[in-house]
Nanobody, 123 residues
Framework: QVQLVESGGGLVQAGGSLRLSCVAS????????MGWFRQAPGKEREFVGT????????AYADSVKGRFTISREHDKNTVYLQMTSLKPDDTAVYYC????????????????WGQGTQVTVSS
C-alpha cells in the first residue's frame, strides 16, 4: 500500500506561480517514478510530467514545458511541481501518482494516486 497526499493548490492570477507538493508513504520502494496529472471539469485526465526518484530524469507534456518543473527530495519522500507563468487553461485538479515502470506519460502505468489538489487560475 502506498499513500500519496498532495497539497499546495489554490487560487492564483494568470502569470502567477504555485508550488504543489506530494508526500509519499507506505511501501514505496518498488515505485521508481512519480508523475503529475491534471483533470479539468468535463475533460480526461492529462499527463503533466514525471520524475524518476533518482532525480536524473524528468519529462513534461508540451503544454507545460518551460513553465513547470518537477523536483524531489528523496529523503523526505516528497515530489514537487513548481508551476510558473500560469494560465487559465491550467485550471484543474492536480494529482500525483506512483509507478514502477511502463510508459510514464500514460496514467495506466500508475498504481497509486493521491486525492488531488485544486488549482484555479483566474484571468
Amino acid at each position: 500500500q502506498v499513500q500519496l497526499v498532495e497539497s499546495g493548490g489554490g487560487l492564483v492570477q494568470a502569470g502567477g506561480s504555485l508550488r504543489l507538493s506530494c508526500v509519499a508513504s507506505g511501501r514505496t520502494l518498488s515505485y521508481y517514478w512519480m508523475g503529475w496529472f491534471r483533470q479539468a471539469p468535463g475533460k480526461e485526465r492529462e499527463f503533466v510530467g514525471t520524475i524518476k526518484w533518482s532525480g536524473d530524469y524528468t519529462a513534461y507534456a508540451d503544454s507545460v514545458k518551460g513553465r513547470f518543473t518537477i523536483s524531489r527530495e528523496h529523503d523526505k519522500n516528497t515530489v514537487y511541481l513548481q508551476m510558473t507563468s500560469l494560465k487559465p487553461d491550467d485550471t484543474a485538479v492536480y494529482y500525483c501518482a506512483a509507478a514502477g515502470g511502463g510508459v510514464t506519460s500514460d496514467s495506466r502505468s500508475y498504481a497509486y494516486w493521491g486525492q488531488g489538489t485544486q488549482v484555479t487560475v483566474s484571468s
